[in-house]
């Protein structure tokens, strides 16, 4: 999987710092909003804002700063405890849809971040049924 990603530049290579730290912010203004994910969060969200941004850089193939400060992500493990359902995932990847369309990137770069970010909050999603 690395090797795949190491065969052309890393999306952190092709974007920078900055566009994920940014992206972040964006996202976050949106959840700040958001009477369906406010609640989950805690009232302070510079924590939030800062391990998040760590972690897309790190995934994308910058340094690896957020499991020296978090340890593993374990994203599954860490975000059970919101029972997260079908209205909390989709208000999620309309606010992060809504980031990352704000910059007009490259097509092919949206696509690679939209897909990853569908497929995680596909996996982070309980069953609706359980309800
Ligand atoms: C599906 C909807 C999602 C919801 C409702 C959700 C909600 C949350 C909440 C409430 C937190 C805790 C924030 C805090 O305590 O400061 C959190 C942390 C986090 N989330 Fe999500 N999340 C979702 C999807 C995702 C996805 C798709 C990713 C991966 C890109 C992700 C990555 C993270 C990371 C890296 C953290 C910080 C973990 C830590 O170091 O404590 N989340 N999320």
């Given at each position: 999987m690395q090797g795949r990603r190491r065969a052309r530049a890393s999306l952190y290579e092709r974007l920078g710092e900055d566009f994920f730290v940014g992206l972040v912010e964006r996202f976050y203004d949106g959840v700040e909003?958001?009477?369906?994910?406010?609640p989950l969060y805690p009232a302070d969200l510079t924590a939030s804002r800062r391990h998040l941004a760590l972690f897309?850089?790190?995934y994308f193939g910058g340094p690896a700063s957020y499991n020296a400060l978090r340890g593993h992500p374990r994203l599954r493990m860490r975000h059970f405890r919101f029972g997260i359902g079908p209205a909390e995932r989709d208000a999620w990847l309309?606010?992060?849809t809504e980031a990352v369309r704000s910059y007009g990137r490259e097509p092919a770069d949206e696509e690679e971040l939209l897909s990853y970010f569908s497929s995680t909050a596909a996996m982070l999603t309980s069953s609706p049924t359980t309800t």
């Amino acid at each position: 999987m690395q090797g795949r990603r190491r065969a052309r530049a890393s999306l952190y290579e092709r974007l920078g710092e900055d566009f994920f730290v940014g992206l972040v912010e964006r996202f976050y203004d949106g959840v700040e909003g958001d009477p369906v994910l406010r609640p989950l969060y805690p009232a302070d969200l510079t924590a939030s804002r800062r391990h998040l941004a760590l972690f897309l850089v790190q995934y994308f193939g910058g340094p690896a700063s957020y499991n020296a400060l978090r340890g593993h992500p374990r994203l599954r493990m860490r975000h059970f405890r919101f029972g997260i359902g079908p209205a909390e995932r989709d208000a999620w990847l309309r606010h992060m849809t809504e980031a990352v369309r704000s910059y007009g990137r490259e097509p092919a770069d949206e696509e690679e971040l939209l897909s990853y970010f569908s497929s995680t909050a596909a996996m982070l999603t309980s069953s609706p049924t359980t309800t």
